[in-house]
């Protein structure tokens, strides 16, 4: 299945997703189904975001950018006791009691974490009306009946805030694996917001063997220049998570 994270419309260029489809097309990375936009499913982000608030679980937070840079940590709860303002613009934010939260990721290991203590109250929906991606991911995971979430270590810290939120939409809970993320020599994970290029989908043989590589498959000297459907296959049938053990990162040579 391939979902299209277009809620944060500021951000959306147009044409991006034409370019990102045709890159996994070049990749050999081919999608069952219709491409599902989370820009379609807006009702169902406003139905769980009524169901939360029905429950008690949320309350509108009115701070300024201002007021939050003072404090950059764990949100203080400033707004979780005020009367509703209805002719103030405000974004929704969940109450996160001192609950622990824990699960097994499967290739980093156990993690145990308290949401109340560790993120505080964090925003569901945005001041600008968008549904806060925490949230949405939630949902559309639901929908879509997916049960195993594979992504980058960066991510990791966002599980127990999902699984929490699971917990009180009655969702059922996907298995996580986290892997490294690919980095620079200075640390910085590649990304639009640390200059590093996109990748080329002109040469997708040579950067699946490099990708295979980095993330320590040991892919064999024969396989580099092979047709990208047989690397895929190679890919698929070789596939081992564990060599990559409690790794957050991996560096781009």
């Known amino acids: 299945m391939l979902r299209i994270d277009d809620l944060d419309t500021p951000r959306n260029?147009?044409?991006?997703d034409t370019a990102i489809l045709k890159c996994l097309e070049s990749f050999g990375l081919h999608w069952d189904g219709q491409v599902d936009y989370q820009s379609s499913h807006q009702d169902?982000?406003?139905?769980a975001i009524a169901a939360l608030g029905l429950n008690n679980h949320t309350y509108p937070c009115y701070c300024s950018r201002k007021q939050l840079s003072?404090?950059?940590g764990i949100y203080p709860g400033l707004c979780r006791n005020l009367a509703f303002q209805a002719d103030q613009q405000h974004a929704l934010r969940l109450k996160t009691?001192?609950?622990?939260?824990a699960f097994n990721d499967r290739l980093q290991g156990p993690v145990i974490e308290n949401v109340?203590?560790?993120?505080g109250d964090f925003v569901i929906r945005r001041k600008d009306a968008i549904v806060a991606y925490q949230l949405a991911v939630v949902i559309d995971d639901h929908r879509q009946q997916v049960n195993h979430v594979v992504r980058g270590f960066d991510?990791?810290?966002s599980t127990s805030r999902q699984l929490y939120l699971q917990q009180l939409l009655g969702y059922q809970s996907p298995d996580y694996m986290h892997i490294p993320v690919i980095v620079d020599h200075q640390g910085h994970k590649l990304s639009k917001q640390t200059g590093a290029q996109a990748v080329a989908p002109s040469q997708p043989s040579r950067v699946l063997f490099q990708l295979l590589d980095l993330l320590k498959q040991h892919p064999p000297a024969?396989?580099?220049g092979?047709?990208?459907n047989e690397i895929l296959q190679w890919a698929i049938e070789h596939w081992q998570p564990n060599s990559l053990y409690q790794q957050s990162s991996v560096t781009l040579d």
Do not use: K
């Open 155 to 157: 991510l990791l810290e």
């Open 70 to 72: 003072e404090y950059p």
């Open 13 to 16: 260029q147009p044409g991006a």
């Open 44 to 47: 169902q982000y406003q139905s």
């Open 116 to 119: 109340g203590s560790q993120y």
């Open 226 to 228: 092979s047709p990208v």
């Open 97 to 101: 009691p001192h609950t622990v939260i």
């Open 222 to 224: 024969e396989l580099r």
